[in-house]
């Protein structure tokens, strides 16, 4: 019987807010009082971040941080475009943001980092784009691993990005890559327009799966959807899973009610997010427990 290890618990801040500034280190102390092991911060150019700040209160309240584009992330800064047109612009961006998650004690940049988010070619996949990403993603792996940051990668729906959309394709651009500074998230809500067998999935990612972004197929609450848990569960047991389950989704009230909707998100899921992590980490643990 393969070991199992101790898992962490997280949350996204899109729990609770649309963008981080030093107004928001209070996140940091409440992911502790609601039992969390780890918070994910959404990075980007419009985004106030102050990493001393957030390295002190982090380590104070033993709170793991991770970093993930999610506010405004330019387009010319995807690493599949051609890396004659567009290799440094690219990578200056997202070792910018590493050096400043390292200063903040971040353990890991993770996201669609391959390409974008809103990336999407309505055509076949070609090899010069795989080599594209490829080439840029060891550079960065590389410089990451300078910083002990691990690149994660996460595979996407085909309705937010072309070029990786499921577990056979991330792990074929890892073996591509080849370097061991580079896991992969697996996104239960962006894996249920991709795959018919998510245990299969988890036993293929399962030499790099860093970790679990857990939400329903509608991005609410794990529990009562259309997501196998009990299959990923067991699958996660049987390969030893030792990593992240992070709670991801965005809250409805903020702004008016407007930011779930700037997501295209059109209904309710989490209003309050406290109640979210809650609900959300009883679910996972007694899972797990299991």
């Not at 898992?7 to 940091?28: C, D, M, N, P």
């Not at 909707?261 to 989490?270: E, G, I, T």
């Amino acid at each position: 019987m393969v070991k199992t290890y101790k898992v962490k618990y997280g949350a996204h801040i899109f729990l609770w807010i649309e963008r981080w500034t030093s107004r928001e280190l209070w996140l940091i102390e409440k992911a502790k009082k609601l039992g969390l092991d780890t918070l994910e911060i959404a990075i980007g150019d419009d985004v106030e971040f102050d990493a001393g700040n957030i390295r002190k209160i982090a380590s104070d309240e033993g709170v793991e941080i991770v970093i993930s584009p999610g506010g405004l992330w330019p387009m010319n800064t995807d690493l599949s475009l051609p890396v004659k047109n567009n290799n440094t612009i690219a990578l200056d961006w997202h070792k910018r943001w590493i050096e400043k998650g390292a200063e903040s004690g971040a353990t890991a940049y993770t996201g669609a980092l391959y390409s974008h988010p809103g990336h999407i070619d309505k055509r076949k996949i070609t090899e010069e784009d795989i080599k594209n990403s490829a080439e840029n993603l060891y550079k960065l792996s590389e410089f990451a691993n300078d910083h002990h940051v691990k690149i994660v990668l996460e595979p996407m729906s085909h309705f937010r990005v072309s070029l990786v959309n499921n577990h056979i394709q991330v792990m074929e651009l890892i073996k591509k890559v080849g370097h061991e500074n580079l896991f992969v998230l697996l996104d239960t809500y962006h894996l249920v327009t991709e795959i018919r067998d998510y245990a299969e999935a988890v036993k293929s990612m399962a030499p790099r799966l860093w970790g679990i972004h857990a939400c329903e197929n509608d991005r609410g609450v794990p529990g009562g959807g259309l997501i196998p848990w009990e299959s990923i569960f067991k699958a996660l047991k049987k390969t030893g899973f030792s990593g992240y389950f992070i709670l991801e989704t965005y809250n409805s009230t903020i702004r008016n009610g407007d930011f779930a909707y700037s997501r295209a998100m059109f209904h309710d899921v989490c209003q309050d997010g406290d109640k979210y992590v809650k609900t959300g980490t009883k679910f996972l643990k007694s899972n797990w427990k299991k």
